[in-house]
């Protein structure tokens, strides 16, 4: 009769939350945040990238096709320490750029407070247009 009040999480592999939470961790995985925001205007795409404790120079960003593909690490200088543990932080970020980009500008990176915002340029078509009311 053990098993009748075994919590449903006790089948799955433990969340952050908590070993005994029934709640489904799908619904925790949607709602964690990513570290990555995708907003736009209308002369505009921006991508901004939580990048903190990376060195900008550490970041490789590709852009493909309409993928957007941000990737870095952090790294320590080798000091003459022992370690017994030694904390690192990786982060990959893939995406889809949404909306019409002018492929004859070149998207523009810059980091600041270990945020990493990349400004893509829409074209001219995309942009929206101003109808005069005639009356």
């Not at 939350?17 to 949607?30: I, N, P, V, Y």
């Not at 941000?70 to 750029?97: D, L, M, N, P, Q």
Request: glycine share 6%.
């Amino acid at each position: 009769m053990a098993l009748d009040i075994t919590p449903l999480s006790f089948w799955r592999f433990p969340s952050i939350r908590g070993f005994w939470d029934d709640e489904d961790d799908l619904a925790m995985t949607s709602t964690m945040p990513s570290g990555i925001s995708i907003s736009e205007d209308d002369a505009h795409v921006y991508v901004e990238a939580a990048l903190p404790g990376v060195d900008p120079k550490d970041v490789e960003i590709t852009f493909d096709k309409g993928v957007l593909w941000i990737k870095g690490e952090t790294k320590e200088e080798e000091k003459k320490r022992k370690y017994y543990r030694k904390a690192t932080s990786s982060f990959s970020y893939r995406i889809a750029v949404p909306g019409d980009l002018d492929p004859k500008v070149d998207p523009v990176a810059e980091a600041k407070h270990g945020v990493m915002k990349i400004t893509f340029k829409k074209t001219p078509e995309a942009q929206p247009k101003k109808i005069t009311v005639k009356g």
